[in-house]
């Protein structure tokens, strides 16, 4: 009796921390990456991704807060800004509100251009060719954000030149759902510079063949999400074909530096976290 009752009380525990607690736990995540390319000056970027507005406005608005003292060099987002055409207005009002000194950019997530039920949600999860039937208002959103000084590279790339560095960043629109054009996104991507990849999906880094990548960022898998002590995340649902390895966190694949982040947000589906707080990163390159 006393084991069933402290089982329900665990149970209950975890249920609300998951649902209250940890989905609003933001954490900002620093860490160093050294390139092979070379850098004369060492470089800052804040990636954000997978924030899912309008959901959890308020509390995401007093994370953003703490990003703007920051004063990035660059601001990459990997996708899923929105989760409904309600979360235009906030995402674009709090993104505004941080400033990078050379330049924000971003990519759209299968979440940017859908709109998911909770059927279309499970059935889009065991058939990735059934897309929604309502689409989100991306047209907008692109446009908005580049109203706000962020740029949506669809299947592009651009130039950034910082001192005597040179930075090639190429942006591939969203794998998931067939959006990416990675030839089109590497069309005269020249061979000096520093190249990064922004990607919603990390399984993009098999996609490119031989185009030259130093570091590719990327988010869609939300960390898993929930993740258990000694297994960590689970083996099935880490949304990766190139699997848990590349699902959270650093990794190299080939000669590719990666970084797959948690996240900002949930989903309106799985609005659950365990173990796996979100996130915003802070990249310093070197």
């Known amino acids: 009796m006393h084991l069933t009752v402290f089982l329900i009380l665990l149970a209950g525990f975890i249920i609300l921390w998951g649902v209250g607690v940890e989905p609003r736990w933001y954490r900002l995540r620093r860490i160093k990456i050294r390139l092979s390319t070379g850098l004369s000056t060492p470089v800052t970027i804040l990636q954000l991704s997978d924030m899912h507005f309008p ?82 208002n991306y047209g907008l959103l692109k446009k908005s954000l580049a109203a706000a000084g962020c740029r949506v590279l669809d299947n592009e790339n651009t130039t950034v030149p910082n001192g005597r560095d040179l930075f090639r960043i190429i942006g591939v629109q969203d794998l998931v759902t067939s959006r990416a054009d990675i030839p089109k996104a590497f069309r005269g991507v020249g061979a000096d510079g ?7 999906s990390i399984d993009a880094v098999a996609e490119i063949g031989e185009s ?23 083996p099935v649902g880490t949304h990766c074909k190139l699997g848990r390895k590349y699902a959270a966190g650093l990794a190299r694949f080939r ?32």
């Open 55 to 136: 959901f959890f406005v308020r509390s995401v608005e007093k994370f953003f807060k703490k990003l703007i003292p920051l004063n990035p060099d660059f601001v990459f987002i990997t996708g899923d800004l929105i989760e409904t055409d309600e979360g235009i207005e906030p995402c674009v009002r709090l993104l505004s509100g941080i400033q990078a000194r050379l330049g924000m950019f971003a990519v759209f997530g299968n979440h940017d251009y859908y709109h998911y039920d909770l059927w279309e949600a499970i059935v889009f999860n065991f058939d990735r060719t059934k897309y929604p039937r309502k689409q989100n």
């Open 212 to 234: 030259p990548v130093d570091l590719a960022l990327a988010g869609h898998t939300h960390g898993g999400q929930i993740c258990l002590p000694l297994i960590g995340m689970p």
């Open 194 to 200: 520093v190249k990064i990849l922004l990607t919603h």
């Open 255 to 286: 000669k590719i530096i990666t970084y797959t982040t948690h996240g900002i947000g949930v989903g309106r589906i799985l609005f659950f976290r365990l173990f796996c707080r979100p996130e915003a990163v802070l990249i310093e390159l070197h």
